[in-house]
């Protein structure tokens, strides 16, 4: 390799500083790997799944300072700073978090290949208070697709988690 090739190399990784499911990480990265590499291939937590790679499945789901997003779409350097949750630190204390607990109670999965992001994408809409009917979580649960066609489970689970947690929403109402 050249020395403009080592160069160029070198500056296209990228030090970034994150909290990744409460634990505090430091990595150099190179600037154009994916949030979804970066959790899978450099820390291990392969929870969430690389399913079409363009955004469109949800799979790869995970919380960014509680917001949901595509890992596949986003770059591990805008996560400077950030929180990141992943299926892996949703659960606290051996308790699992009452929306895999309703995943269960409701058989919201077939295959699971995409429960972790429909469960992580359903914490993020009962928290953004979009879990108040069926339709309404049908809709903003829409980016996330189940190939085993799971839904009236989910729906189901996502109302039922709702009920027990609170909802920013019902706090004005």
């Not at 634990?23 to 392969?46: K, N, Y």
Request: net charge neutral; hydrophobic share 40%; aromatic share 2%.
């Amino acid at each position: 390799m050249s020395t403009a090739s080592n160069l160029s190399a070198a500056s296209s990784r990228r030090s970034i500083h994150l909290t990744v499911n409460g634990r505090p990480v430091s990595e150099a990265v190179a600037a154009r790997t994916t949030l979804l590499d970066f959790l899978r291939e450099r820390l291990g937590l392969t929870g969430a799944k690389k399913g079409c790679n363009e955004g469109a499945c949800g799979t790869c789901t995970v919380l960014v300072d509680g917001r949901r997003m595509n890992g596949c779409l986003t770059l591990a350097v805008q996560c400077e700073g950030c929180e990141v949750t992943t299926i892996e630190g949703l659960a606290r204390g051996g308790a699992l978090h009452p929306v895999q607990q309703a995943f269960l109670r409701h058989d919201a999965l077939q295959c699971g290949y995409c429960t972790p992001g429909q469960v992580l994408s359903a914490v993020a809409c009962i928290r953004e208070g979009h879990a108040r009917g069926e339709a309404e979580v049908r809709e903003w649960m829409s980016g996330n697709l189940c190939r085993c066609a799971a839904y009236p489970q989910i729906v189901a689970a996502v109302l039922d988690a709702a009920a027990t947690m609170e909802q920013p929403e019902s706090k004005h109402a």
